[in-house]
C-alpha cells in the first residue's frame, strides 16, 4: 500500500478519535454569553471606571445577535455529539468511531445516477430520513437544466 493512501487514511481515523474524544452528554447547547458587561467594569459605585477600562463601549454590552440563532446553529453539532457520545458510552469506542466513518465515506461517495442535491445514505446515517425541511422541498433548481437520467448514463459509459 502507498504511504500516503496509510498517512490519509491514519490522519482520517486520527480525526475521527478527537472528534468522539469531544464527549458531552449537553442537550442544548451552551449559550454564549455577552462579552463584557458594566458589572465587569464598575467601581465601587456602581458606574463605569473610564479611566482604568477605557471609554465605554455599547456595542461590547449589547450583543446583536440573540443567543437564540446562536443556540439554533449549534443545535446539530450539540445532538451528534450527544448521540456518539451516549453510543461510546454503551457500545464502547468502536460504535462512534464506525458510524463516523460510514458518514465519511458516503460524504465523499460520488453519486452519479441521483441528484446532486441529495444525498439519502446520509440522512440516512444521520437519522434526519423521517424529516422534512424546507431545503427537501425547495431545491432551488427551477432555473437549472433538467436533470437527464440518459444523459448522466452516457457520461458514465464514455469514462
Not at 63 to 74: C, D, P, T, V
Not at 140 to 159: L, M, N, S, Y
Amino acid at each position: 500500500m502507498d504511504t500516503r493512501r496509510i498517512t490519509s487514511r491514519l490522519s482520517t481515523l486520527l480525526d475521527i478519535y478527537y472528534n468522539i474524544m469531544q464527549s458531552s452528554l449537553r442537550i442544548v447547547p451552551a449559550s454564549s454569553g455577552k462579552s463584557a458587561t458594566i458589572q465587569d467594569t464598575a467601581n465601587s459605585l456602581g458606574l463605569h471606571d473610564t479611566l482604568q477600562y477605557g471609554p465605554r463601549s455599547l456595542a461590547a454590552e449589547i450583543q446583536s445577535e440573540g443567543s437564540l440563532k446562536a443556540r439554533l446553529e449549534n443545535w446539530d453539532a450539540t445532538q451528534d455529539n450527544l448521540k456518539l457520545t451516549l453510543e461510546r458510552n454503551i457500545f464502547g469506542m468502536h460504535a462512534p468511531m464506525r458510524r463516523l466513518m460510514e458518514r465519511k465515506i458516503v460524504g465523499t461517495t460520488a453519486h452519479s445516477l441521483s441528484a446532486p442535491q441529495t444525498n439519502l445514505h446520509l440522512d440516512i446515517l444521520m437519522g434526519r430520513d423521517e424529516t422534512i425541511e424546507a431545503s427537501d422541498v425547495f431545491l432551488g433548481r427551477e432555473g437549472g437544466p433538467a436533470f437527464d437520467v440518459h444523459a448522466e448514463i452516457q457520461k458514465k459509459v464514455r469514462t
